[in-house]
């Protein structure tokens, strides 16, 4: 069964930074493509980092310099540095792992299992 569950989010005022985590188990991520998704109120999801199975990232272009997507292997988890964050950062935060091994932001649709999400409230 897999599982897939975030965690880190949190409440911060415009410039801070979090790190999100998402923990992996039942499924060999390092094998595929690992994202970073987010959903504002009335927004639909939106693609936020990719991590492949050479370990090649994609971002997108509203965080690119200020978001920072890795792995560790050993704890079997994903992460998300956000920093230099803003009130437009304020969204639903959600871990996905998709069949593919290799991405660059691909469409929603690759991505077979979600975590619950964990919220991000940027406050100006």
């Known amino acids: 069964q897999v599982q897939l569950v975030e965690s880190g989010g949190g409440s911060v005022q415009s410039g801070g930074s979090l790190r999100l985590s998402c923990l992996v188990s039942?499924?060999?991520?390092?094998?595929?493509?690992m994202g970073w998704f987010r959903q504002a109120p009335g927004k639909e999801r939106e693609g936020v980092a990719t991590?492949?199975?050479?370990?090649?990232?994609g971002y997108a272009e509203s965080v690119k310099g200020r978001f920072t997507i890795s792995q560790d292997n050993a704890k079997n988890s994903l992460y998300l540095e956000m920093n230099s964050l803003n009130p437009e950062d304020t969204a639903m935060y959600y871990c996905?792992?998709?069949?593919?091994?290799?991405?660059?932001?691909?469409?929603?649709?690759?991505?077979?299992?979600w975590g619950q999400g964990t919220q991000v409230t940027v406050s100006s």
């Open positions: 039942g499924y060999s991520y390092r094998r595929y493509c």
């Open positions: 996905a792992a998709a069949a593919v091994r290799y991405c660059s932001m691909p469409p929603e649709s690759v991505f077979l299992y």
């Open positions: 991590i492949d199975s050479r370990g090649d990232t």
